[in-house]
């Protein structure tokens, strides 16, 4: 290990001490799986806005799409615009659920099919795998980046960025998570733009920048490197995820009012979409520097190791190692409030004690982190493993809340036909090359039969008079109209 990689290594392990001090701290007022897990539903809205700027600008923002405009130059971008365009439709459409007390993401789609018991247990499986999903991503991208930086090996790299995480996750909490998610947002920002600034500054300038062929010869947003319909799939992709990811619904039970829920959400979703050019820039600026790197994904520390003066690649550093755990420990807290308040009541068939609420929730946070990182050492594809998973598992999920949320004859015949045909669709066009090649990734057809078996089931298993009406959808559409 050279001097440099040592500085980074030493970087690191300071900067995960520090998060571990944090999580200790807050941990000493929790009482509950509801302190644990949710903050006591008091978040306020400064932490809101750190906690979803940190999660938005992670993984996929660094490593993702980086590597994405490494290969397709401003169309890099379209990672950033989709996020931004998804969070701006959750705080619009989904923000007014927090009056409702929801713990749980399963728990809210099964209220729009009159909770439903075989509909309930199947949503908690695919939120939780959902869950998994995430965390698996951003333990990829920050093995990845720091095995870069550092020098050591591919697979020790994942197991120091998870055994680090899940250590001080499972000591804070969601509070834990949200307080180092603010500091880390802060770290985020100043990071990706000096980088940016460096990287830029290293090619000869933003002329060398705007006027090699790579970013000028394929149209807005570099749309003809991959064609229309991919880029649009690329978009949309992250926008559903953001819709459908469970830690971003996890924002929405835990803040103090649905008030401050949009607030932070619209200013994220302004933040997200000006910055959605940063990582296009530096991908770019590593692309004119060196065009033969083996995998795309390691354009991000590429630039780190090759641009910028040693301490402030030390600050990169933590930029990058903050975008992967700042998103990593949100989608766990998410999958282990599945875990906790839906699955372990299925299979037990019964609450946990008050005194053992913290013990079970910390255990269950183990396994979680654990599980992910074990899928996580078989992979090293950022982008194909998060749109892939997006397709197949959170395609059906999106649908489910966007029709059973607007749509009061939607039954949960017509939910499980939304869930299965969403998913059955996603692994169909991924296992064809060909029609995978067309459309990008499987977005697209999974949501246009998720939502098409969705509408036909549920008219022809039309429910009672009775039904037509729940109190929790009349609520939430008040609650829209408001």
């Not at 790299?157 to 949200?178: D, N, P, Q, R």
């Not at 000006?274 to 795309?296: E, K, M, Q, R």
Request: net charge neutral; with cysteine.
């Amino acid at each position: 290990m050279s001097q440099s990689q040592s500085i980074y290594m030493l970087s690191f392990v300071a900067y995960l001490l520090g998060m571990v001090l944090i999580s200790w701290f807050v941990s000493r007022w929790q009482r509950s799986s509801d302190d644990y897990l949710l903050a006591g539903r008091k978040v306020p809205f400064f932490l809101t806005l750190g906690t979803t700027v940190a999660t938005m600008v992670g993984t996929g923002s660094s490593m993702g799409a980086v590597g994405f405009a490494y290969q397709h130059a401003w169309a890099g971008s379209l990672y950033g615009i989709g996020g931004a365009l998804g969070i701006l439709l959750l705080a619009w459409l989904f923000a007014p659920v927090r009056q409702q007390g929801f713990a749980t993401m399963s728990e809210e789609l099964a209220s729009y099919v009159d909770n439903k018991e075989i509909v309930k247990k199947i949503l908690a499986l695919l939120i939780y795998a959902a869950s998994i999903g995430w965390l698996g991503a951003h333990l990829i991208g920050g093995g990845m980046y720091l095995a870069w930086l550092t020098g050591v090996g591919e697979v020790s790299a994942k197991l120091i960025i998870g055994i680090g995480l899940a250590i001080y996750v499972t000591l804070g909490g969601y509070s834990a998570v949200v307080w180092t998610d603010a500091i880390q947002a802060i770290i985020l920002f100043v990071g990706f733009l000096l980088m940016a600034y460096f990287a830029v500054d290293f090619i000869g300038g933003w002329g060398a920048l705007s006027q090699n062929n790579i970013a000028t010869s394929n149209g807005i947003l570099s749309y003809q490197s991959i064609g229309v319909i991919p880029a649009v799939s690329m978009s949309l992709a992250v926008l559903v995820g953001v819709l459908a990811t469970p830690s971003f619904r996890q924002r929405i039970y835990a803040a103090n009012n649905v008030k401050s829920i949009r607030r932070s959400f619209f200013i994220s979703g302004g933040l997200y979409l000006g910055f959605s050019l940063i990582p296009a820039v530096i991908g770019i600026c590593a692309y004119l520097i060196n065009d033969n790197l083996d995998n795309a994904a390691y354009a991000f520390p590429y630039i780190a190791l090759n641009t910028l003066p040693l301490a402030i690649g030390g600050f990169i550093l933590l930029a990058g190692i903050s975008a992967t755990l700042s998103s990593a420990s949100s989608d766990a807290i998410a999958g282990v409030s599945v875990l906790i308040s839906d699955i372990y009541q299925w299979l037990f068939d019964a609450t946990i004690p008050a005194t053992k609420q913290l013990l079970v929730s910390r255990i269950a946070m183990l396994m979680t982190v654990f599980t992910a990182l074990a899928l996580a050492l078989l992979s090293n594809d950022i982008i194909s493993y998060i749109t892939k998973m997006v397709s197949v598992v959170l395609a059906g999920l999106c649908v489910m809340g966007l029709l059973g949320r607007f749509w009061q004859k939607y039954t949960w015949q017509g939910s499980l036909a939304t869930l299965v045909g969403g998913s059955v669709t996603a692994i169909l066009i991924g296992a064809n090359h060909s029609w995978l090649s067309y459309f990008g990734n499987p977005i697209i057809p999974a949501l246009c039969s998720a939502s098409l078996l969705g509408i036909l089931v549920s008219v022809f298993t039309k429910k009672s008079s009775s039904d037509v009406s729940s109190p929790q959808k009349d609520v939430s559409e008040e609650q829209v109209a408001s």
